[in-house]
């Protein structure tokens, strides 16, 4: 399956421009509505989305380096282990080397590449992805990447939402000033759009 996915993004590849933001993820992520997020957020930067069905942190270095890494990205969203959470309790050990791994992979085919590791959603207070979650931050800390927490439920209202960055962006704040949005207001428009 991962096979399948990997030739789709090298094909897509061939389309994009370098210096973007990537969505990294997994199953969860595959069907985010990019385009009319996009959109609907005035988001004027090149943003693709290259997650995987069922991706594993141990498969995610590999699937990294063949379909992600070229295209240099400026920005990585790392949305990875909802398909670990079942074997995490026997594996924390290992889903934690195999994270830095992938880290460390990023930053050798990417030097200089944003990372940004997202949690895992827990709006059921599940205590293995509370776990993840606790995992992850830790990690984010230790390698000096940026971590942002989507954990709980988070009420915002969407069509205010879209309408305040329309209108920033119509009255001309966001393009001559070349200002990049907040990684945290990337993170819940891709991750929370439907909260």
Known sequence: MIENEIAKYKSLN???EADGTVIFGTSSDVNIPLGELKQAFALNDSIYNRSFSRLTVADAARAYSECVAELCPDT????IGDADVASFDGNGATFEANYRDLIATIREK????????????NYDNNAT???????????????KCEF???STKQKWNVKES???????YDIGFVRPLNIKRPIYNLVR???????
Do not use: M, P, W
């Open 162 to 168: 879209s309408e305040t960055a329309s209108f920033i």
């Open 129 to 143: 992805v509370a776990n993840i979650n606790k995992l992850l931050c830790e990690i984010a800390d230790s390698e």
């Open 76 to 79: 990585v969203l790392l949305h």
């Open 148 to 150: 942002e927490d989507i």
């Open 110 to 121: 990417n030097k200089g590449c944003r990372i940004v590791i997202v949690s895992l959603k």
């Open 14 to 16: 061939q389309l994009a």
């Open 189 to 195: 428009i891709l991750f929370c759009y439907e909260g």
